[in-house]
């Protein structure tokens, strides 16, 4: 469990702490950006994979459509939705709206699987969204600011939400290489018809390098891989650690400022990280009354001979969780 947590808390971090490093890509080409970073990324993933000795497993049939929803929604969707809430509202509104996201999970996660959700973890993300909404500071929004902030929360939910039943069967690491070679595919379809093709400044190589590689390739396979051993809704508290190391970053670049304000909300998503990661997975939801079991019937053959007993055969029901 440490390994997966410290796994979960160390891909956060990348991805908060990335934040400057994106914005060095600002008057890039979006999807085609995109698709050079996820090409990029699945090498590195593919490389890695062979370094082990092992081989990349194919999805199935039964895997595709998670996949694609992916990719469409918590990679390439997330990204044009984020870019284009930041055009209608502040950061810290954008952050706030985002910051639910553990909150989201902790509740959809288990439903979706069946199962109550585990008061610890709903405990500890509500934690961590009332950390995060301090740190952030909130903000304004103005036209589809709003509609554009869930879709980017909805988005950074999916990233974790279509990949729980995938992950079981291929692992973290297959599925990371396979959605970053679609996402490459798709957004480089995308991106000529849309924004088109430019060759990048050193500036631009560095950055897309540098997302490639840290931000998807460790990250995703280190998210992906806390995912499949604590649960969506467990490791879904480690999303408010991205804010926190953005400040970090924010705050050892210069350009932000250490206030008594998002300080508190950095504690604040500490303390509900250890709330969420606390107790194991919750019990399940029942789906029936138990039958009580007969009693066995007794069964002579002679009045002096001894009692044997035969139970009733019963036929029990399982229900398997996919």
Wanted: charged residues 10%; proline residues 8%; glycine residues 12%.
């Amino acid at each position: 469990m440490r390994i997966a947590v410290t796994a979960g808390a160390l891909s956060a971090v990348i991805v908060g702490a990335s934040v400057p490093v994106s914005g060095m890509l600002q008057d890039y080409p979006l999807l085609s950006g995109q698709a050079l970073r996820y090409l990029l990324g699945g090498l590195v993933l593919l490389a890695w994979t062979a370094m082990r000795g092992k081989r990349l497993p194919l999805p199935s049939a039964r895997d595709l459509p998670a996949l694609f929803g992916l990719v469409a929604t918590g990679m390439l969707g997330f990204n044009a939705c984020l870019v284009q809430a930041q055009a209608f509202a502040e950061p810290g509104f954008v952050a706030a709206v985002l910051g639910t996201s553990p909150l989201v999970l902790a509740l959809a996660a288990p439903l979706a699987a069946g199962r109550r959700p585990a008061p610890a973890a709903v405990a500890g993300a509500a934690v961590v969204v009332g950390g995060v909404v301090l740190l952030s500071g909130g903000g304004a929004w103005h036209g589809p600011g709003l509609l554009l902030a869930l879709l980017t929360t909805a988005g950074e939910v999916s990233f974790t939400l279509f990949a729980v039943g995938v992950v079981r069967r291929l692992g973290g690491v297959a599925v990371a290489t396979w959605c970053c070679f679609i996402a490459a595919g798709a957004g480089a379809v995308l991106g000529t018809f849309v924004g088109g093709w430019q060759v990048p400044t050193v500036r631009e190589g560095v950055a897309l390098v540098v997302l490639g590689t840290v931000l998807t390739a460790v990250a995703f396979g280190l998210w992906y891989h806390a995912v499949a051993r604590l649960g969506a809704d467990r490791a879904g508290v480690l999303i408010g650690l991205m804010p926190v190391a953005g400040l970090a970053a924010s705050v050892a670049l210069g350009v932000q400022q250490l206030t008594p304000l998002n300080t508190s909300g950095a504690l604040l998503v500490a303390l509900g990280c250890a709330v969420g990661l606390r107790h194991p997975t919750p019990h399940p939801l029942p789906t029936q009354t138990p039958t009580p079991p007969t009693p066995p019937l007794p069964v002579t053959t002679h009045p002096s001979a001894p009692r044997v007993a035969l139970p009733l055969a019963r036929v029990e029901r399982s229900d398997t969780l996919n």
